[in-house]
């Protein structure tokens, strides 16, 4: 017995929000978006794919070019970039831990102490962010 009222409750829960939903002509389902709307304009079509003229032929300038030197020092890798034989920047990848960078000073010739050894150098960078 208690079975059959389970079930006649658990029909009429399902059925009463099928009838709720559905249209009754007495009640005409109002549109849910205003009466001034005005149709969007068709989508132009795309003009052919025309070929386009091809790049100038620019010669490439050999000391513009940056030169990578990979040297393995045990289970390190240091990269060193050099433009036009200048030193630049050295790229240190230690066998444990992140790699991290050695950039020449962009302020050459101003020294605090004349004597001091690595001037021309920056501190260390890591790479934090990479976009």
């Known amino acids: 017995m208690h079975l059959y009222r389970l079930f006649m409750i658990v029909s009429l829960c399902s059925i009463l929000p099928v009838m709720a939903e559905s249209e009754h002509p007495q009640h005409p389902k109002k549109p849910n978006h205003p009466d001034n709307l005005i149709p969007?304009?068709?989508v132009p079509e795309l003009p052919p794919e025309t070929d386009s003229p091809p790049l100038?032929?620019?010669p490439v300038d050999p000391e513009l070019e940056t030169e990578v030197t990979i040297i393995k020092r045990g289970?390190?890798?240091i990269e060193e970039h050099r433009v036009n034989g200048e030193l630049l920047m050295i790229k240190v990848i230690p066998?444990?831990?992140p790699p991290y960078y050695l950039k020449k000073n962009p302020i050459r010739g101003y020294h605090d102490?004349?004597?001091e050894a690595g001037i021309d150098v920056n501190p260390p960078m890591w790479q934090i962010l990479r976009f």
Request: hydrophobic share 25%; proline share 20%.
């Open 113 to 115: 102490h004349p004597g």
């Open 95 to 97: 066998r444990i831990g």
């Open 56 to 58: 100038p032929d620019i």
């Open 75 to 77: 289970e390190d890798i």
């Open 40 to 42: 969007l304009p068709e």
